[in-house]
């Protein structure tokens, strides 16, 4: 029924930060990550092995020099042929490591950044934009299918959500958190504007999906490897619970290239895991940045609700798909609402209309859905693109038609948008 409504010279990596646009802090993160590091094995190495190596070579330098506690191996990562794990190593253990025959990279840990989400006065809904092919005054409100994202999960890996919001209805969970020692409310306020633009009652684009919480950044600070630590849990438990074709997982946390979580990324691809990423707001190519480079995400930047290119939504052929991120309304902690914007919430956008989609037609694998959003998609409305595929997020206009056999009507020309106001 349908409704109106890399190597360790890099030690000086940049951060990563969350991917809404925001003001730039003149104070330096506490959290402090000297000497740790995410190191990946090769696919052949026996991992358990390996660890009991590497904790022992820890213990016995730890004996030698007790100036200062090196804690060893924090988080492990093992998804289909991937395996990692992360942690904070004494310079000698670093030493042996590095000519280890198990290696295959190792990338120094990093900082996730954000300041705060942005507020602006003057946000408008952006739902629109995703249920019309063009920008017309006649189109109003926003068609879509009342039961899109019934029996279907986002999994938001994020600052946290405010799972008891009433726009939820019920339907938001505290699923995991990284961090046990915190607790899961979301300080940052990012997490939760994330989750409403994918599936709550008034804001989403999904209004019955179920929206689970991982929490990997307590603060608006934290390492790149408690993100991938919250991914490598996301991934575990949609296999674990045979939810591969009834979830996606959302990533609106960004950073430089890192070719550790873009093989983590690939990896669970490859286990019939559907990952969309934010492509950042760095104002730079995607490549430089992840995960979001990582080929088999589906990447989306961002425009502003005249379907330019948001000056800071990073761009490239390494983009799969543009959607609304500028002057978004959503939720927010205690029950209220905040407009917001970023790639973060461009993400958000296409998470919502994938998971309505995938929940019409169980997909056989992530290419699939990839495919049919891509499909869906748009085509040469948007300004600004700097080298990016020209597609726009579209929901189908809330029809089922086409996407229980994947023949999806050729989108017809439209004219307007791309242009600035």
């Given at each position: 029924?349908?409704?109106?409504?890399?190597?360790?010279?890099?030690?000086?990596?940049?951060?990563?930060?969350?991917?809404?646009?925001?003001?730039?802090?003149?104070?330096?993160?506490?959290?402090?990550?000297?000497?740790?590091?995410?190191?990946?094995?090769?696919?052949?190495?026996?991992?358990?092995?390996?660890?009991?190596?590497?904790?022992?070579?820890?213990?016995?330098?730890?004996?030698?020099?007790?100036?200062?506690?090196?804690?060893?191996?924090?988080?492990?990562?093992?998804?289909?042929?991937?395996?990692?794990?992360?942690?904070?190593?004494?310079?000698?253990?670093?030493?042996?490591?590095?000519?280890?025959?198990?290696?295959?990279?190792?990338?120094?840990?990093?900082?996730?950044?954000?300041?705060?989400?942005?507020?602006?006065?003057?946000?408008?809904?952006?739902?629109?934009?995703?249920?019309?092919?063009?920008?017309?005054q006649d189109h109003k409100g926003y068609p879509y299918d009342s039961t899109a994202g019934q029996n279907m999960y986002a999994y938001v890996i994020d600052t946290g959500v405010d799972v008891g919001h009433k726009d939820f209805e019920g339907r938001a969970y505290n699923a995991h958190m990284v961090d046990k020692k915190?607790?899961?409310?979301?300080?940052?306020?990012?997490?939760?504007?994330?989750?409403?633009?994918?599936?709550?009652?008034?804001?989403?684009?999904?209004?019955?999906?179920?929206?689970?919480?991982?929490?990997?950044?307590?603060?608006?600070?934290?390492?790149?490897?408690?993100?991938?630590?919250?991914?490598?849990?996301?991934?575990?438990?949609?296999?674990?619970?045979?939810?591969?074709?009834?979830?996606?997982?959302?990533?609106?946390?960004?950073?430089?290239?890192?070719?550790?979580?873009?093989?983590?990324?690939?990896?669970?691809?490859?286990?019939?895991?559907?990952?969309?990423?934010?492509?950042?707001?760095?104002?730079?190519?995607?490549?430089?940045?992840?995960?979001?480079?990582?080929?088999?995400?589906?990447?989306?930047?961002?425009?502003?609700?005249?379907?330019?290119?948001?000056?800071?939504?990073?761009?490239?052929?390494?983009?799969?798909?543009?959607?609304?991120?500028?002057?978004?309304?959503?939720?927010?902690?205690?029950?209220?609402?905040?407009?917001?914007?970023?790639?973060?919430?461009?993400?958000?956008?296409?998470?919502?209309?994938?998971?309505?989609?995938?929940?019409?037609?169980?997909?056989a694998d992530p290419r699939s859905l990839k495919n049919i959003i891509v499909k869906l998609a748009t085509p040469k409305v948007v300004g600004d693109v700097k080298g990016s595929p020209n597609l726009?997020?579209?929901?189908?206009?809330?029809?089922?038609?086409?996407?229980?056999?994947?023949?999806?009507?050729?989108?017809?020309?439209?004219?307007?948008?791309?242009?600035?106001?």
């Open positions: 029924m349908l409704k109106q409504a890399t190597a360790l010279a890099a030690v000086l990596s940049p951060l990563v930060i969350l991917a809404a646009v925001v003001p730039a802090s003149s104070s330096d993160s506490n959290v402090d990550l000297s000497d740790k590091y995410i190191i990946t094995l090769k696919s052949s190495a026996d991992m358990a092995a390996h660890i009991d190596h590497v904790q022992a070579l820890q213990e016995a330098q730890t004996a030698q020099d007790s100036a200062v506690t090196f804690t060893g191996v924090k988080h492990q990562y093992n998804i289909s042929d991937y395996q990692a794990y992360s942690g904070h190593f004494h310079p000698s253990v670093m030493a042996q490591l590095h000519s280890h025959a198990d290696i295959d990279l190792i990338e120094p840990d990093t900082l996730m950044r954000a300041a705060a989400v942005v507020t602006q006065s003057d946000a408008s809904s952006s739902l629109t934009l995703i249920s019309h092919r063009g920008l017309s915190a607790g899961f409310e979301d300080k940052a306020a990012h997490g939760t504007a994330v989750a409403g633009i994918i599936g709550s009652k008034t804001f989403g684009v999904a209004k019955k999906v179920k929206i689970l919480s991982v929490k990997a950044m307590e603060e608006p600070t934290g390492p790149l490897s408690d993100t991938m630590a919250g991914f490598d849990w996301a991934v575990k438990d949609i296999i674990a619970h045979k939810r591969r074709q009834r979830s996606v997982i959302n990533i609106s946390l960004t950073g430089e290239h890192s070719a550790s979580f873009n093989r983590a990324v690939g990896a669970a691809f490859r286990q019939g895991v559907t990952t969309v990423a934010a492509a950042g707001n760095d104002g730079k190519e995607v490549k430089e940045s992840s995960p979001g480079s990582a080929p088999e995400a589906i990447t989306v930047a961002s425009t502003n609700l005249h379907r330019v290119r948001a000056k800071e939504s990073n761009f490239g052929a390494g983009i799969t798909i543009f959607a609304p991120g500028e002057e978004i309304l959503s939720t927010a902690p205690g029950g209220e609402s905040k407009p917001v914007s970023g790639t973060s919430m461009a993400a958000a956008h296409v998470t919502g209309i994938a998971v309505y989609v995938a929940g019409v037609k169980r997909f726009f997020a579209y929901n189908n206009g809330g029809s089922t038609v086409g996407l229980l056999t994947g023949e999806i009507p050729r989108p017809p020309r439209v004219i307007g948008g791309g242009q600035l106001p």
